[in-house]
């Protein structure tokens, strides 16, 4: 199975910055995708941005020119660069790893907030 560690959360004041890491350990063959997820209390997890094997990304609308994804194949480690936080990017932060002919796997979520 694949397990995944994140670290870097926090509290920030708006306009701050935060770096999110996530590593991925044990079978970690054939991983096609490394995305990130967010969950606001009272809401549901909502996409946030993924990167394929290739170095393609994606983001969701809300966080597009603010965060930036990016993965080191050789650490098998999956970032996340926060710029100009919101208040609304108050959340938990969870990465998510998906593998050609396997399930997906969750991180234990990292706390973000996002205030004065």
Avoid at 53 to 75: C, E, L, M, P, Q
Avoid at 94 to 103: F, N, Q
Wanted: hydrophobic letters at 35%; one cysteine or more; a negative charge.
């Amino acid at each position: 199975q694949v397990q995944l560690v994140e670290s870097g959360g926090g509290l920030v004041e708006p306009g701050g910055s935060l770096k999110l890491s996530c590593t991925a350990s044990g079978d970690t063959n054939h991983i096609i995708l490394m995305g990130w997820y967010r969950q606001a209390p009272e809401k549901g997890r909502d996409f946030v941005a993924s990167i394929s094997s290739a170095h393609s990304t994606n983001y969701a609308d809300a966080v597009k020119g603010r965060f930036t994804i990016s993965r080191d194949d050789a650490s098998n480690t999956v970032f996340l660069q926060m710029n100009d936080l919101k208040p609304e990017d108050t959340a938990v932060y969870y990465c998510k790893t998906v593998r050609l002919m396997g399930s997906d796997t969750w991180g234990q979520g990292t706390q973000v907030t996002v205030a004065s």
